[in-house]
């Protein structure tokens, strides 16, 4: 059993670091099937022993083999999230299909916080899987429907008195992701999402001197809010009702 785990982890986080190469490279405009990787210091073709997940980053002490400088920790740590996911998703019988839900959130989170965009490409991923999801989960058509409008509605009409309360590809995320989850859940992550979301604003204004109106990367709070909203948004809802 302990074998098992340790194995779905490992897959999990190696499923993630292949994630972080597509993180790296799309927004550069570079293939991310094509070419070895390299360190992004000094270009150099890393072996394969530099590629093991989290392995490699603590044997090397978070510091490239060949030009000495730091690695960023941010992979490693996306890393052991994607193993964290996979054992979770395991544990709890939800099929492939929700990992690869999740693995698409990561993209567009970090991807969101680089460049500040959300290609609409990973919303038709999101559409495929939610077709696929049909045949996987029970979830009927009008909770799916439902959760396509309850979130994103609202948004969109909160960005025409507000200008640019939020951005169109979050809008869309919501909506999409609300047709994959159901309006339960994509409430409850709504919920937590701008728990969060706001929490981050303050920071930023009491110790970033950012304005209210500053902009930043919602995604990774969205996507953080559908992660805990997918798991524990039953549960969440059973806890405020009764």
Not at 113 to 125: G, L, R, S
Not at 197 to 202: E, N, R
Not at 217 to 226: D, N, R
Request: glycine fraction near 8%; charged fraction near 15%; include cysteine.
């Amino acid at each position: 059993m302990i074998l098992n785990n340790i194995c779905i982890f490992f897959m999990g986080a190696g499923i993630f670091s292949f994630l972080n190469v597509i993180i790296y490279r799309v927004p550069k405009k570079l293939s991310f099937i094509k070419g070895r990787s390299f360190c992004p210091r000094c270009h150099t073709q890393l072996k394969f022993y530099d590629l093991i997940p989290i392995l490699s980053y603590l044997f090397l002490r978070g510091k490239c083999r060949y030009c000495n400088n730091v690695i960023s920790i941010y992979d490693t740590i996306n890393e052991v999230i994607g193993g964290i996911l996979l054992l979770q998703c395991f544990k709890d019988r939800n099929s492939l299909i929700v990992f690869m839900f999740f693995c698409i959130l990561d993209i567009i989170s970090l991807i969101d916080i680089y460049t500040m965009e959300i290609d609409d490409k990973y919303h038709i991923i999101i559409i495929l899987l939610s077709i696929i999801s049909m045949f996987v989960f029970k979830l009927s058509i009008i909770d799916r429907l439902i959760g396509f409008l309850c979130v994103s509605m609202p948004m969109y009409i909160l960005t025409l008195f507000i200008k640019d309360g939020f951005g169109g590809g979050d809008i869309k995320l919501m909506a999409v992701s609300g047709f994959f989850m159901g309006y339960q859940r994509i409430i409850v992550s709504m919920y937590i999402a701008l728990c969060i979301g706001g929490f981050y604003s303050l920071f930023l204004i009491i110790f970033k001197d950012k304005k209210w109106n500053s902009y930043f990367a919602f995604a990774p709070f969205l996507s953080i809010g559908m992660l805990i909203g997918w798991f524990y948004g039953y549960q969440f809802l059973y806890f405020f009702i009764t």
